[in-house]
């Protein structure tokens, strides 16, 4: 803060002081009424404002203000200098209010953009967040209008505080949701079945659970060494067309710390599927991942035959938060797109591929199973689903 003085008086010296010959001729005048008083200093205005005069300082970087920065208060002027008495300073100098910070900026969560590995989905303003447009076929769907209120972590490591939790599907009107609220622990709830795997199934592979929740006291939660494991099922039938041209998310977590992938004689990866969409032409796996033996992965769209269709980079890691993945599916287009913590992942978005399988959705599959042999991890892999939803328009991880 740049702190002005008032100007010293002391260039007023004593010029009216009468001496010498002169002072008869000075009681004469000030008999008169003629004599000098000093002449008042002029005074600054008051203190300066809380940063530049124009505003206060703004709350981080004004690329990616998790918020709108806000000023420090306007400039006050310290009162008006007062005449006819002792000059006086317009009081304490005043910084026009604690400076405040525009919130905490926040990243666009993992993802990448323009194919590029490694880059943010950009930085965006701490607003609420907008669902998009519509499923027009070749059109953009909406985008977020801000952060959804949570880092999401870069994707370089996929640390961050994952999404905001969710309050379940109170108030909700898409066209399916699911928070398994309803239920009981260690069984499904009453709208699921099992999903036949094609390993040794145990009793436990998918249910219910109590132990973590995104929202509410339950999840769904996957628990599995076997390879080929049961997972759960749910019809899409009460959607009517919205099953063949949907968007969709789920939030997940993984258990910490999860099993790396080993080398086996085969391979030196672990391939699990999360979120399938199943139809009369077969397995869509929406929401799939491979890890590495240094514990990133990448993410993919893939069917059981591996012939389509995309991946990205090995540039993720799996942490103890809460995520969300989307997708946005049109079987008539033969279109896919993914999200992860709100940021697209470009390098998965496909149009017009008739290999992809995509057919007339009967159903929705959630559970982690993998596909590598016997050997591959060590210790069970668990992780657990919550707040499904499903939407003619994106939905978003808010």
């Known amino acids: 803060m740049n702190t002005r003085f008032a100007p010293s008086n002391s260039r007023f010296r004593d010029a009216c002081v009468p001496s010498g010959a002169l002072m008869l001729a000075t009681t004469w005048l000030m008999t008169a009424g003629l004599g000098c008083s000093p002449a008042q200093p002029t005074l600054p205005s008051g203190g300066s404002g809380g940063g530049s005069p124009s505003s206060g300082s703004s709350g981080g970087s004004p690329a990616a203000s998790g918020g709108s920065a806000q000023t420090g208060g306007s400039q ?23 400076t405040q910070t525009g919130g905490s900026a926040q990243t666009g969560g993992s993802g990448q953009t323009g194919g590029t590995p490694g880059s943010t989905g950009g930085s965006q303003a701490g607003g609420s967040s907008q669902k998009g447009g519509s499923n027009a076929p070749g059109g953009s769907p909406g985008n977020n209008g801000g952060s959804s209120g949570g880092v999401g972590g870069s994707p370089s490591t996929g640390v961050g505080g994952g999404s905001v939790a969710a309050s379940g599907c109170s108030g909700k009107t898409y066209k399916l949701c699911e928070d398994f609220e309803t239920g009981t622990a260690g069984a499904l709830g009453p709208m699921w079945t099992k999903f036949n795997g094609y390993g040794a199934a145990g009793p436990t592979d998918v249910a219910l659970a109590t132990d973590m929740a995104h929202s509410g006291k339950m999840a769904l939660k996957s628990d599995s060494i076997n390879r080929g494991q049961q997972r759960a099922q749910r019809s899409l039938a009460s959607l009517g067309p919205t099953a063949y041209n949907h968007w969709g998310r789920i939030f997940y977590k993984v258990q910490q710390p999860s099993p790396p992938p080993q080398k086996t004689a085969t391979n030196t990866v672990i391939h699990i599927t999360w979120t399938s969409l199943v139809g009369p032409g077969g397995e869509n796996r929406v929401v799939d991942i491979v890890e590495n033996m240094s514990g ?12 389509c269709c995309t991946s990205s980079a090995y540039n993720w890691k799996f942490d103890d938060a809460w995520h969300c993945a989307e997708w946005w599916v049109d079987v008539a287009t033969n279109s896919y797109r993914f999200f992860s913590d709100s940021a697209e992942v470009t390098q998965l978005a496909f149009s017009g591929k008739t290999n992809s399988t995509m057919s007339n959705y009967t159903a929705v599959v959630l559970g982690a199973t993998w596909y590598q042999q016997a050997g591959t991890i060590l210790s069970p892999y668990v992780m657990w689903f919550d707040d499904l939803a499903i939407d003619d328009t994106r939905i978003g991880c808010q």
């Open 76 to 98: 006050g002027t310290g009162g008006s200098a007062q005449t006819g008495g002792a000059t006086q300073t317009g009081g304490a100098t005043q910084t026009g209010g604690a």
């Open 296 to 307: 990133s992965h990448q993410w993919l769209f893939n069917i059981p035959s591996d012939g």
